[in-house]
């Protein structure tokens, strides 16, 4: 009988040489026992605990089966040989319940582990203890290389509500890097196909307090990066505070990820999805859904010390709270934002005493220089504004956008905005814009994103601005026309 590891994919397409693999069985196992079959398999986390991985290692859990207390294993493996935490048996995913503790699942200062096919969960008094699922901290260690959370539920975290990377967080899925003497990162962070739901602080996040740079001067230490960020393919809902949160990323990439109910447990502005203090972070292909109010959440935030964020081929709706924020807090700025060929539908906006935050809101501390906002779709038959600056901030470029409002007419307070070959519905016109087209856009049904094609004799077909570097498509995979000029709004093939 072979007791090692079978070759396993890894995200790269490159494979795990083989390793010791170790069975846990909470239900029958003995910790006395050798461990390295089903029928020797240990039984506690405790025991896990005091071993030390090798590259290549896997520590497998009985599925049908549950686990009370911490998994906070030992050793390191390689981008090459990563140590695999999973399943065997057949069934329910194996559980693992944190019971209040600080993390369900903790991997600190180590490095090439994956985990897979668990069942994660943290349940506590609704106190100001932080919690986390499934919590990955490196502090005064380097770089730290290849992580992988594939096909993970988890849920019931309850965590206190703070998001600042000096303080301790809490959530479903966080990194974070911290520590003060060794600069501090990742290289290698994907995070796919799970689902999030009961979550407090923030759904799946990358923290850093090493993050002081020309765009984020109030920050901490040095910049280190946080590379090869993949987040793709998660289910998230529930949750207290942010869905999604990349700090520090070099060329992140979030996509088709669904988030469904945001901010419902905090004190502060939230967002659904947002990139901060990054480096030519893209958002795209996701679905977001059901902010909340109060305070006002954003399916969509471009936050502080953010360098050429992009934005794009995103679906926000039914929202209670506004689609867009631009805001870089005191201390920060933010340098080149692309939002483009998104669609908001039903998304709200705000009124706070006699402060109207609207569904594209301009502005709180500081702006956001150079931001390019085209082709985008703002569907708000409810909403009293839909676009609004405050302050003397740096103006939006709004470019060849759909902007439909309430049936007795909303309006745009933007006196810094350049509006150009943008359709107005039931929207005034701002007196600033130029090539305003007043009309229907007559949307196919504009119920869900397939429904916000152009019906053939729409007035936005072909009435366009040619945009440069407008990356190539259209939010339903169309190329855009390189022969003619473009549709108005998120739609560029031609109506059969």
């Not at 549950?66 to 399943?87: W, Y």
């Not at 006002?296 to 209670?320: E, K």
Request: hydrophobic share 35%; proline share 6%.
């Amino acid at each position: 009988m072979s007791f090692m590891v079978q070759s396993l994919p890894l995200a790269s397409g490159a494979t795990v040489s083989t390793g010791v693999r170790y069975y846990v069985d909470p239900g029958s196992g003995d910790d006395s026992a050798a461990g390295l079959s089903s029928r020797t398999a240990w039984r506690t986390l405790e025991h896990v605990n005091t071993v030390v991985f090798e590259p290549g290692d896997s520590i497998l859990f009985r599925r049908g089966t549950t686990c009370h207390g911490v998994l906070k294993p030992q050793g390191s493996g390689t981008p090459g040989d990563p140590i695999v935490i999973g399943a065997y048996g057949t069934g329910a995913r194996p559980a693992i319940v944190g019971g209040g503790a600080r993390a369900t699942v903790f991997l600190h200062n180590v490095q090439g582990w994956e985990i897979r096919d668990l069942d994660v969960s943290n349940p506590g008094p609704r106190d100001e203890t932080p919690r986390a699922g499934i919590y990955v901290l490196l502090e005064d260690y380097g770089i730290g290389r290849h992580y992988v959370v594939d096909d993970v539920a988890v849920h019931d975290v309850v965590s206190y509500d703070a998001l600042k990377a000096d303080l301790e967080n809490g959530g479903g899925i966080v990194f974070k890097a911290a520590g003060s003497a060794v600069a501090t990162g990742f290289d290698g962070i994907q995070v796919s196909h799970n689902t999030v739901y009961g979550v407090d602080n923030i759904g799946i996040g990358t923290l850093s307090q090493w993050n002081r740079h020309d765009l984020f001067p109030a920050g901490t230490n040095t910049f280190v990066p946080i590379t090869k960020v993949r987040i793709f393919g998660n289910d998230l809902g529930d949750l207290g505070g942010d869905g999604i949160l990349v700090q520090n990323g070099v060329d992140s990439l979030t996509e088709r990820n669904t988030v469904d109910g945001f901010g419902l447990r905090t004190s502060e502005s939230r967002a659904g999805i947002l990139a901060s203090n990054s480096i030519r972070p893209v958002v795209q292909d996701n679905e977001i859904s059901g902010g909340s109010a109060t305070p006002p959440s954003f399916a969509l935030s471009v936050d502080a010390g953010n360098r050429d964020l992009v934005y794009q081929y995103n679906y926000s709706h039914d929202n209670d709270g506004p689609f867009i924020l631009f805001c870089a807090i005191t201390g920060s700025h933010t340098d080149g934002a692309t939002v483009r060929y998104n669609i908001s539908r039903n998304d709200k906006d705000v009124l706070l005493g006699d402060f109207s935050i609207p569904v594209v809101a301009n502005g709180c501390d500081n702006g956001i220089a150079n931001v390019k906002f085209y082709n985008n779709v703002i569907y708000s038959p409810t909403a009293d504004v839909i676009i609004g600056s405050r302050g003397d901030h740096t103006p939006i470029e709004f470019t060849n956008n759909i902007f439909v409002g309430r049936q007795e007419g909303s309006t745009i307070n933007d006196t810094t905005g350049v509006y150009d070959h943008n359709l107005y519905h039931h929207v005034a016109v701002p007196p600033h814009h130029a090539n305003p087209v007043v009309a229907d856009p007559e949307f196919a049904d504009p119920g869900n994103v397939p429904g916000f094609r152009l019906a053939a004799g729409s007035p936005a077909l072909g009435a366009g601005l040619t945009v440069h570097d407008d990356g190539g498509r259209d939010i339903h995979g169309a190329p855009i026309p390189r022969d003619a000029r473009p549709n108005i709004g998120a739609h560029q093939a031609t109506p059969a």
